[in-house]
């Protein structure tokens, strides 16, 4: 069987060797003559998984004890309202948009707003730009007594990351859905971590929330008992059941993980697939990147042709070379390479080189 290389911006692409693991217990769970998704997620054995997956997640993070680890449900677009409804507490939330991500966030706490449960504050937006930069640190408009403040550290759709963490008063709260586990990160900069598993971690159906302990009393009285992060964390993520599965495969990543070196030895092969990528890029009158240099995404590269008109050519010759998922987002077009984790340095260079040939036939 032969496997693409799949530049998928998420459901994305998952490592091989998680994906044959997963095959070959499928039928036959630890000896048990059923699937990990079949027994009870009370049972020991389950239990014991969940237990070692926070574990492991603990280690490849440095996760103190002073933060909560959940494994939630509802992707990480639940969490726009979910963080709203845990940490507002009718005071006022600054929101710095960087993105199409980051500007949902903002548009669904907005919502809130008219509730009554307080205030929404937006700190500075890049959307008249077109999201290609970061707004100035002059041009942020912060509220000095702020109950958080939220950003989207990297923008899926524009190819935005910021690398540096907001030097702000304010708890900080993280949309890190395409960037967690890419490169390392100091948590406790951090009041909140929120990210859904499709890029990174392992398949959709599954969201981690990383919250530090000392917030877990700010909830709302409207917020829904599932959303509580308290209740979650009293009830070990599982008020109703989880996502099982996703879950175990979520197990199975971080192993892959530690078994490379952990985030640091993951870090040093993203950041050769992104200056790979970019140097075939800027070193080329064909193709394009629009983002400023400073602000380019190592997990999420668009690019555009020379001509809107060999869009469709690329795709399909690009597909014809198994090049998949290549095309660009409808708001920004042209192309899109997500180049998570799973994505290997050899599949971005089989980019980089069709590139070139297809620059040379057609440019």
Not at 31 to 59: D, F, K, P, W
Not at 177 to 199: R, T
Not at 348 to 359: G, I, K, N, R, Y
Request: glycine letters at 8%; a negative charge; proline letters at 3%.
């Amino acid at each position: 069987m032969t496997r693409f290389a799949n530049f998928c911006a998420g459901p994305a692409s998952m490592p091989t060797a998680v994906l044959e693991r997963a095959r070959d217990e499928m039928l036959n769970w630890q000896g048990l003559g059923a699937s990990v998704m079949e027994i009870s997620h009370r049972g020991s054995h389950y239990t014991q998984l969940a237990e070692q997956t926070e574990a492991n997640l603990r280690q490849l993070m440095n996760i103190s004890d002073d933060y909560a680890v959940l494994f939630l449900q509802g992707g990480a677009a639940l969490q726009f309202s979910a963080v709203v409804l845990n940490l507002l507490n009718n005071g006022t939330a600054d929101y710095l948009l960087t993105g199409a991500w980051s500007q949902k966030a903002y548009q669904e706490a907005k919502r809130y707003e008219t509730l009554g449960l307080g205030k929404i504050n937006l700190v500075a937006t890049g959307g008249e730009a077109g999201f290609v930069d970061v707004p100035d640190r002059s041009q942020w408009q912060l509220d000095d007594a702020a109950s958080y403040f939220h950003y989207c550290p990297n923008e899926t759709i524009h190819g935005v990351q910021m690398f540096q963490v907001p030097q702000v008063d304010a708890p900080i709260v993280a949309d890190m859905s395409s960037c967690i586990l890419s490169e390392p990160i100091d948590v406790n900069k951090f009041a909140m971590i929120y990210a859904g598993a499709q890029k990174n971690i392992g398949p959709a159906g599954l969201t981690l929330v990383i919250i530090r302990k000392d917030l877990l009393d700010r909830a709302s009285a409207y917020c829904p008992a599932v959303m509580n992060y308290q209740n979650q964390l009293d009830n070990g993520s599982m008020m109703n059941t989880p996502a099982t599965y996703a879950w175990y495969l979520a197990g199975l990543v971080f192993e892959w993980l530690l078994e490379q070196g952990g985030v640091e030895a993951i870090a040093k092969i993203n950041h050769a697939k992104a200056k790979t990528l970019y140097d075939a890029i800027d070193g080329s009158d064909f193709y394009s990147n629009k983002v400023n240099p400073a602000y380019r995404s190592i997990m999420n590269v668009p690019f555009q042709l020379a001509d809107d008109a060999l869009d469709k050519v690329f795709l399909a010759e690009s597909e014809q070379a198994g090049l998949l998922n290549l095309k660009g987002h409808r708001v920004v077009g042209g192309m899109r390479a997500s180049i998570y984790n799973a994505i290997t340095l050899e599949q971005v260079q089989a980019l980089t080189a069709f590139m070139a040939e297809f620059e040379r036939k057609y440019g």
